[in-house]
């Protein structure tokens, strides 16, 4: 039953060339001076382009690992930001400006800080309309759930929804998360596509010498997605996977504080591979 109409809406269709999106956090040193307490949009960009040929869009996050130690949620964590919404408003502008889609990260699990006396959903889609934000991305979520499009659509800005579960039905979670269905709301993921095993130092994922076959791009062509290998020192094998379906790269070094730096050969494999 999968029509792929999605596709269609202008305001998501954007995902379809979305090959580059790093994670980043809101306080890092080429993101944020903190002696003006000022975002540098330019200086963080630039860094990119020399370094593997720049990004599509950024996920920005500002929460985990922060989130707990009192009882503001992780939507407080955005609005205390410096110079609060209308500096986060400006920063997406100052992203957009130079091509780059912008997205929030998203906790389901917060759950025991402040409520906002409606669900998440409505929270979410509200404060991107206010700030200009594309979309979110669903932290541990295998699919995105219906609430948060219909509420997107509810409120007349479509958003797009990348879970980091990538679409992928995964029975251990709600009934929705053992099913297909998001991929007629959701075009774009995470996905990890290593064997589910580790390297002897328990970091490194292993990868099949085949590449595996991303059945969401097997689906429809038009769908993105993210390999994420968050730890790799060595990146060659998930980039190899990512060319070789077609599809994008989490191009993630800051990993809340641990700086897995690109190699200068990583991050030129990456140039080529994304252009």
């Known amino acids: 039953n999968y029509t792929g109409t999605i596709y269609a809406d202008a305001s998501v269709n954007w995902t379809r060339l979305s090959?580059?999106?790093p994670q980043v956090h809101l306080f890092d040193r080429y993101l944020y001076d903190e002696r003006l307490h000022a975002y540098t949009v330019d200086r963080y960009l630039n860094d990119l382009v020399a370094r593997y040929g720049g990004i599509d869009s950024v996920l920005i996050w500002p929460t985990y690992t922060n989130i707990g130690i009192d009882a503001r949620n992780q939507f407080d964590y955005f609005r205390a930001l410096p110079g609060g919404l209308d500096s986060l408003t400006q920063l997406t502008a100052d992203?957009?400006?130079?091509g780059v889609r912008v997205l929030w990260a998203?906790?389901?699990w917060d759950q025991s800080t402040r409520d906002e006396g409606e669900p998440h959903w409505d929270t979410l889609v509200r404060l991107l309309q206010q700030t200009g934000g594309d979309g979110f991305n669903g932290d541990t979520m295998s699919t995105m759930y219906r609430q948060f499009w219909d509420a997107s659509v509810a409120?007349?800005?479509?958003i797009v929804g990348e879970m980091e579960g990538g679409g992928y039905p995964d029975g251990s979670g709600r009934a929705e998360d053992g099913s297909w269905a998001s991929a007629e709301w959701s075009p774009m993921g995470w996905g990890y596509f290593d064997k589910a095993a580790?390297?002897?130092d328990n970091i490194t994922y292993v990868y099949d010498v085949a590449p595996g076959v991303d059945k969401l791009k097997?689906?429809?062509g038009r769908r993105m997605t993210h390999v994420s290998d968050r730890w790799a020192k060595n990146r060659t094998d998930s980039l190899?996977?990512?060319?070789f379906n077609g599809v994008g790269f989490e191009s993630w070094e800051n990993v809340w504080g641990v700086f897995m730096k690109f190699t200068p050969r990583d991050g030129e494999a990456l140039r080529r591979v994304s252009t």
Not at 240 to 243: E, G, I, L, P, R
């Open 198 to 200: 580790t390297a002897s």
């Open 106 to 108: 998203y906790n389901p």
């Open 240 to 243: 190899q996977c990512a060319f």
């Open 218 to 220: 097997w689906l429809d």
């Open 19 to 21: 090959f580059v999106q």
């Open 155 to 158: 409120e007349g800005y479509h």
């Open 95 to 98: 992203f957009k400006a130079r």
